[in-house]
């Protein structure tokens, strides 16, 4: 059941549901918007390894806005610190932001109770299109919930301005007690020595798939 927007407020009164700073004039029929804050982040490398750490850069967004391109992933941040240990919260992109063909989420839309932190945005443009720090981005639902609480205690708890992926973490906790488990440097490095031996000129896995 999603809360309206007089019982989000409420529930932001009670301390059940935490967004500082708080707006009421930011409060809709049933959603809050947030804002972007004025960092965002993005990926250096061209091809990104999910068993790796990806190195990242930041960038500041000039008052004067910045404009997104359609072929990066950006992520932003929000400006409020959002997140309960009652409800559910859900991102949401506005109607307006969506006529101008800007996604606020990739698919993760659903933030897990007790998170609590500034909320990672990952921001694509379908084509390019100029954002402003402070400006209104997105809205944030609120739902009930059915059974046993078990709030979130994950990698990315109280995050801080713009979050990396850090689906890396998930290879070591899965894999690094196996006897099999390699990074994705020494898969590199063990397929340049395999396949340097048999193919000339083979030196890493991008190697051998710029071959095929």
């Known amino acids: 059941m999603i809360?309206?927007?007089?019982?989000?407020?409420?529930?932001?009164?009670?301390?059940?549901?935490?967004?500082?700073?708080?707006?009421?004039?930011?409060i809709n029929p049933n959603s809050y918007d947030f804002r972007i804050g004025d960092k965002l982040l993005i990926y250096s490398d061209k091809i990104l390894d999910t068993k790796k750490q990806n190195p990242t850069r930041i960038i500041n967004i000039p008052k004067s806005g910045y404009v997104l391109r359609s072929n990066k992933i950006y992520l932003g941040h929000t400006i409020e610190k959002i997140g309960s240990n009652y409800y559910v919260p859900v991102v949401r992109g506005k109607s307006s932001t969506g006529r101008?063909?800007?996604?606020?989420?990739?698919?993760?839309?659903?933030?897990?109770?007790?998170?609590?932190?500034?909320?990672?945005?990952?921001?694509?443009?379908?084509?390019?299109?100029?954002?402003?720090?402070?400006?209104?981005?997105?809205?944030?639902?609120?739902?009930?919930?059915?059974?046993?609480?078990?709030?979130?205690?994950?990698k990315y708890q109280g995050g801080i301005g713009p979050q990396a992926s850090a689906i890396y973490k998930d290879f070591i906790t899965a894999f690094k007690k196996t006897p099999d488990f390699q990074s994705g440097d020494e898969l590199n490095a063990d397929m340049s020595s395999s396949f340097g031996r048999g193919n000339r000129g083979l030196k890493s896995a991008e190697d051998v798939i710029k071959k095929q």
Do not use: C
């Open 3 to 26: 809360l309206t927007g007089p019982k989000i407020e409420a529930e932001v009164k009670r301390g059940n549901i935490i967004i500082e700073p708080y707006e009421s004039s930011q």
């Open 100 to 154: 101008v063909g800007l996604f606020v989420h990739i698919t993760a839309d659903l933030i897990d109770i007790g998170y609590i932190g500034q909320f990672t945005l990952m921001l694509h443009a379908v084509q390019p299109v100029r954002i402003y720090p402070n400006m209104r981005i997105g809205q944030v639902t609120f739902w009930k919930v059915m059974g046993k609480i078990i709030l979130y205690n994950g």
